[in-house]
């Protein structure tokens, strides 16, 4: 007979005596049972003393964190966290050096459980924290655990960041500021100046005042990527909150302290590979770079402007050599709108109103200007070369530039926030100053050669366009490390080689769409679902690592996940870091029952997912996210590391619980399984060798024929 749901058997620790084997009834109180295990080791005082976990974070149990608590789980007794805060408060103001430095450590450690949190932040204890750091005392060690339990207490959001002082934040600049500082105190100064300017507008502010960008740079050039993570993390949060007319003048900081340069040789063409906090961060600084276009892009242009009409006069005269102009106003006006017909725009009497409609606005003006000026053979190249074509075939420059700018800002998100969780960064994009004017140019390029590929007129213009955008997003999923390599790209991905793909890519839809190929299909699907199944829960027992989301990425915690090899239990446990391969079962301490999972829910309807805002940061996280509900009430909460991991964790699972699987994965791998079977089949029955037959009985003859066509 299995045990009542609400006892768990627990074995609970205390230095010195030999563990206690309890069956901890649920329905008890907490307090109850800490009294009774107190009894049993002749401790009195019950009320002083509390249970944690014995692995792990080693965090408190509490009423609300009970649930938690697994069959054969190994908890201890410890002194509860009210007293253990105030001996630690004690201890850390006392005179003896190496008393204060265990206490510092003890709490540095403490400092991430909520419950002991909530205690000391009671007695005042980061007021104290702040007033050891403003004293300047403290070094080494002793000023890094310090900074370790500030950071860690502040990040549980029990107290506002706005009650920081200005000595403290002048304090940690300094330390920021300083030449030569140790790592870790460096380290955790940064994150700390990082989450004042996200957390407090009005210390933004101040950190501004204390930090310069150039001093931030100094962090790019050493030889630790964390140091340099932590650098640039805070350069894009003071970039990210700084006002509108700030960020300009920002990014003219950044240009002229060769940010950009540095970044490239440091940091994305160094001797280390590119770690995932990293390259988000790279992925948070290329949106933030991009977005400064956002207001040529949402700007329209005036036609009574004299200084922007200026520019489209000087399009023209770039490409037509203007000196020779009549002099008659009528006969002029004549030519200018001859031209402007030749250079492509759909108002060839006022070319202003092209750029009235946003996006792209202005930024498309400001792309064409750019390839008039630093590319202008390219240019003239493009608007003679289509003024002379006949007029069906002619590639309208002015008109593609601006569809082009569109859809360029459409591809990079100009203008949306960051995504939390992406690391979507293009290195080509930190090659050059002017990476997207460069960007713009190579993609004209291509559109021009495109069009002739295509033989397109004015009608297939939107046809056109589509071929382009896939060949842009085909070419950036490919990551090209310079944009030479990205026209290499291009190249390789001309008109011909789009519609191979589309014809390969379609094969499985369009194709084989006879009574007995879709027989044929119906026949070997079942065989094929089986497999993937199979890899599936392979993949499942291999496991996989996911992280412990919180306020600081960086400062985040990892945990595995495996299914046992017999298909009947899933093991996990916590991971101090990222493993390199397979953890071992015997690593993971917690385990789950499959016959106890009830369902798997995924998005919205995970419990960790709808407490979350519905903010464009949380976007991405909500698309990865899904939950394993089991018995009795309990869940157990992923957040996938990319997409991929997502469809094979939740198709996994549902195969383990004999449900469809229904992921996009699944329906690519199904369908590309099954032309690839199908092929193979039909192959086979081409190379089938017919024995000759004997000699036919003479009859009538047939009016049926037979035409066999394997191809």
């Keep these: ?66 649930s938690e608590i697994k069959n054969g789980t190994i908890l201890r007794l ?71 339990a500030f950071l860690e207490l502040m990040d549980h959001g029990i107290v506002s960041w706005d009650l ?50 150039g001093q931030l740079i100094g962090h790019l050039q050493v030889s630790n990527q964390e140091i340099q993570t932590y650098a640039i993390a805070l350069i894009n949060a003071l970039f990210l909150k700084a006002p509108e007319d700030r960020r300009q003048e920002m990014a003219s900081t950044l240009a002229q302290k060769h940010l950009r340069s540095i970044i490239l040789n440091h940091v994305i063409r160094g001797n280390r590979p590119i770690k995932a906090e990293m390259a988000h961060q790279l992925y948070v600084l290329q949106v933030l770079t991009f977005n400064l276009l956002e207001e040529r892009m949402m700007t329209k242009m005036d036609p009574n402007d004299q200084a922007q009409r200026d520019i489209i006069f000087e399009l023209r005269r770039i490409a037509f050599d203007g000196e020779n102009d009549p002099t008659g106003t009528e006969k002029r006006k004549a030519m200018y709108t001859k031209d402007y017909k030749m250079l492509g725009f759909t108002n060839h009497v006022n070319p202003a109103m092209d750029f009235t409609q946003t996006p792209p606005g202005m930024l498309a003006l400001d792309n064409m200007l750019y390839l008039a000026k630093v590319h202008q053979d390219t240019y003239i190249r493009i608007v003679l ?45 930190f090659t050059h100053d002017r990476a997207w004017e460069e960007f713009f140019c190579v993609c004209i390029q291509l559109l021009n050669k495109t069009w002739k590929e295509m033989r397109a007129t004015a009608e297939d213009f939107n046809k056109v366009m589509q071929v382009v955008r896939e060949q842009i997003t085909r070419a950036l999923a490919m990551k090209p490390s310079s944009l030479d390599q990205l026209k290499n790209k291009l190249r390789g991905l001309n008109y011909s080689e789009i519609l191979r793909l589309r014809q390969s890519e379609r094969m499985s839809q369009d194709d084989f769409q006879s009574p007995p190929i879709i027989e044929l299909r119906e026949r070997i699907q079942p065989e094929i679902l089986e497999l993937i199944k199979q890899q599936r829960l392979n993949r499942l027992c291999e496991g ?31 991971l101090d870091e990222s493993p390199q391969g397979e953890v071992p079962f015997e690593l993971l301490s917690d385990k789950i029952p499959v016959s106890d999972i009830k369902s798997v829910v995924t998005g919205k309807e995970c419990p960790h ?103």
């Design 1 to 66: 007979m299995p045990p009542p749901v609400d006892i768990v058997k627990v074995a609970i620790e205390w230095p010195g005596a030999n563990a206690q084997l309890i069956e901890m009834d649920q329905k008890r109180a907490l307090s109850s049972i800490i009294r009774e295990v107190c009894d049993g080791w002749s401790l009195s005082g019950s009320e002083q003393f509390a249970l944690r976990y014995a692995d792990g974070p080693q965090l408190y149990i509490t009423e609300q964190s009970r």
């Design 609 to 711: 997912m709808k407490e979350k805002s519905a903010l464009k940061q949380n976007k991405e996280v909500l698309e990865l996210a899904f939950s394993v509900l089991y018995d009795p009430d309990e869940t157990l909460n992923f957040v996938a590391p990319n997409k991929y991991e997502y469809c094979i964790w939740t198709d996994g699972l549902c195969a383990l619980l004999g449900r469809e699987m229904g992921s996009d994965l699944t329906r690519s791998d199904l369908d590309t399984l099954i032309s690839m079977e199908m092929k193979l089949r039909l192959l086979d029955l081409e190379n089938i060798t017919i024995p000759e037959a004997p000699p036919p009985v003479p009859k009538e003859p047939s009016s049926y024929n037979f035409t066999y066509n394997y191809s």
């Design 544 to 574: 996989s690592c996911f992280r412990k989301l919180g306020n600081r990425r960086r400062q985040e915690k990892f945990w595995f996940c495996r299914l046992s090899l017999n298909h009947k239990v899933l093991h996990y446990g916590d």
């Design 164 to 213: 920081i002082s200005l000595s403290f934040i002048k304090q940690i600049a300094g330390y920021v500021n300083q030449p030569m500082v140790d790592v870790s105190i460096l380290q955790r100064s940064l994150a700390i100046l990082e989450s004042m300017v996200l957390n407090s507008h009005s210390l933004y502010h101040r950190v501004a005042q204390e930090i310069t960008v």
């Design 385 to 429: 070369e289509n003024s002379s074509r006949e007029d069906k075939h002619e590639c309208p420059f002015g008109r593609c530039a601006i569809e082009l700018t569109r859809m360029l800002c459409e591809i990079l998100q100009v203008g949306e926030l960051p995504n939390e969780g992406c690391n979507d960064y293009h290195p080509m994009f």
């Design 78 to 148: 410890a002194i509860s966290p009210a007293r253990a805060a105030r001996q630690l408060l004690e201890r850390i103001q006392s005179h003896g050096i190496d008393a204060r430095l265990e206490a510092l450590k003890e709490l540095a450690k403490l400092s991430a459980d909520p419950t002991f949190a909530a205690e000391f932040i009671n007695m005042e204890g980061i007021g104290t924290l702040a007033r050891l750091v403003e004293s300047g005392t403290h070094f080494g060690e002793m000023l890094a655990f310090t900074l370790t």
